[in-house]
């Protein structure tokens, strides 16, 4: 199948593994990946922090770079949350109906990856190796937004050598909310603790979710108190292989 | 009719509705200082930490279980939806029967404006019946408008008859939940709050909860079997019959409403709903949010006055305050739904840790954070749309499905909106955004800011980033940052040699 991804500003420019990730998880199972250099960014910071007018450039270049592509993968539940629930609201909110039939379009063809893979592509085992000790965090708008459920669990279920231990409260907000960090960093770190308390807890080596921007928040703060733990993207847990498929 | 119930179609274009919001300088919609703020004091005290940490997490736990034993909440919390938003729709006829209604049974409708008129209107009534003295129910818009504190200023003692609401009144503090007024208090604090301030109380008092209650119980007889006023709010107010309706848990509301001879009773326009079936609804949904019950104890109802039985003046006080500006909002409208059950409060991670008393107004919690700046106008409540980090859980948890978060994604933005029509120079978010805006417009340049970000590579120490500049170091007060890597993700594409398009 050809897949579109839509790499997300942030894995683009401080996560790239997670992009080179994705398509090593994608192009193993046998699709063709493209990524459209076109593609920027799907503006939810700017509609999260209130300039929707602002991010209307940002949705209309989405809509354009993305809606010849009968699939769109992305390795963030936030972002395609953003996609499918506020794309076209923004548009028509500006009046713009026309952007805001073909956002719904392309955003019904856009999914997260562990969407992607049970609900399109139909696998739940990926073929993936990974021996380490691992807890998920479902983050919020894969959870509540899109609903992904218990896909991303049922993959990692099926990953060679993972020691999955399951996080207490994990249905708990890591503390992220965007620019909420740093507009009210204090209660966004007194969150942040508590779920570094959890993750803790579980003796994990590894703390994985679907969203790059939980993981940062989440692994700044284990990275600060020099845990040892570290966060790792669902991605690159999938795309790790016995033959050392990780190290692309 | 001296409101305007008016009801304007068609998308909000930006740029606020107006209709009169709340006015300012009369009862508790704004804080005195912005959420951050407050918050950081909230979250300083371990004391607050521990009472409400471990109160939320145990009404969490029991309400998920109460709702989890109805195979048709979803239905139901459906239904309370369709309800309200029917009530809302025809908010004007649904009034005027429920003022035909209570009229026709003996009873007496007023119409306050806003909450300085209510305050006025219910003091006149008081003093009318020549009792210096009133027993209260439980209500949150009689915080809303400051009503004890005018009737103080008049001479005139409200005394609270809820439990916890007792707790707050005689602390000198405020309540910061809309069930557990008192959620920031253990008992420890509590028995010595009841030392302190209960004047007929045991000294031998301790903190046995039975022993706090009985103490509360005896205080209170007292004051039920004197008064000759009662003053209320009511949860629910049924348009087809004029039938109103309080539900409780202590018995303190019962007493409130059949001894006094003189009954207040003061609600927001927004608690009519149509009819019967529709209160039944409301029925199973709160009692399951709020208290996690399947029914609540105290169901109190009364229509108009009844000779002989109960009080024999009854006065209903129909409140805008605000109100009509947020029903002339399309998108804000919803709010007025809610049903104050505090179920989003008591999942709402952000509130979990700093407490009702951060949001600055009555109303606190998720839901608070989309009514307070609604009620007020925007700008009175700037701080409250970003006091939540987007989680979605209180959306899940709202028995009549109001979707608080994208309430406060909206509400963002008609700050942002009217902030920059106001202001004459673009703050520095504003620039920052519009920057932002215009570099991922474009993928050349957005490719070269990419390139210049790579400079803070240069920053790191050991892997990590440790410290950023200003607003970013809000970020790096706790948590390290991550450090740009030396490729892009499109850089290694195009390196890798994989097809271009």
Known sequence: ?248 | MTTFLGMPDGPDPPGAPTAPTAPRGVGHLRGGEPFKIAARRALADSQLRRNLGKATAHIRTKRAAAVAELPDWEELREAGRAAKAEAMRHLDGYLEQLEAQVTARGGTVHWARDAAEANQIITRLVRATGSAEAVKVKSMVTDEIGLNDALAAAGITAYETDLAELIVQLGHDKPSHFLVPAIHRNRAEIREIFLREMGDVDPGLTDNPPALTEAARLHLRRLFLSARVGISGVNFAVAETGTLCVVESEGNGRMCLTLPQTLITIMGIEKVVPTWPDLGVFLQLLPRSSTAERMNPYTSLWTGVTPGDGPQEFHLVLLDNGRTAALADQTGRQALHCIRCSACLNVCPVYERVGGHAYGSVYPGPIGAVLSPLLTGVEDNASLPYASSLCGACYDACPVKIDIPSLLVYLRARHVEEAQRTHRLPRAEAVTMAAASWVMADPRRYAAAQRAGRSGRALSRGGRLRALPPPLSAWTRARDAPVPPAQTFRQWWRESGRRRS
Not at chain 1, 138 to 160: E, F, K, N, Q, Y
């Open chain 1, 1 to 248: 199948m050809r897949i579109a991804l839509f790499v997300t500003c942030l894995a683009d420019t401080l996560f790239p593994g997670v992009g080179q990730a994705t398509t090593a998880l994608l192009e193993r199972l046998g699709h063709q990946v493209e990524f459209p250099e076109a593609q920027t960014c799907c503006g939810q910071m700017h509609v999260n922090t209130g300039y929707q007018r602002d991010a209307l450039p940002l949705i209309r270049r989405y809509v354009e770079t993305f809606e010849r592509y009968d699939v769109v993968v992305a390795p963030s539940g936030s972002c395609v949350g953003s996609i499918r629930h506020q794309h076209a609201m923004v548009a028509r909110r500006y009046g713009d109906t026309r952007l805001a039939s073909r956002a719904q379009s392309v955003a019904e063809r856009t999914f997260e990856l562990s969407q992607l893979l049970i609900d399109v592509l139909g696998t739940e085992d990926v073929g993936a190796f990974y021996p380490h000790r691992v807890t998920y965090h479902p983050t919020c708008h894969s959870l509540r937004l899109l609903r992904v459920g218990d896909r991303p669990l049922r993959l990692l279920r099926h990953v060679a050598g993972l020691d999955l231990v399951e996080l207490p409260d994990a249905d708990v907000c890591c503390g992220f909310g965007g620019t909420f960090a740093v507009k009210n960093a204090d209660t966004s770190t007194a969150m942040l603790a508590d779920k570094m308390r959890n993750v803790l807890g579980t003796r994990a080596e590894v703390c994985t979710a679907g969203d790059s921007s939980c993981l940062m928040h989440i692994g700044g703060g284990l990275s600060r108190l020099r845990t040892g733990v570290r966060t790792v993207h669902l991605a690159e847990i999938l795309a790790s292989t016995r033959d050392g498929g990780g190290a692309w």
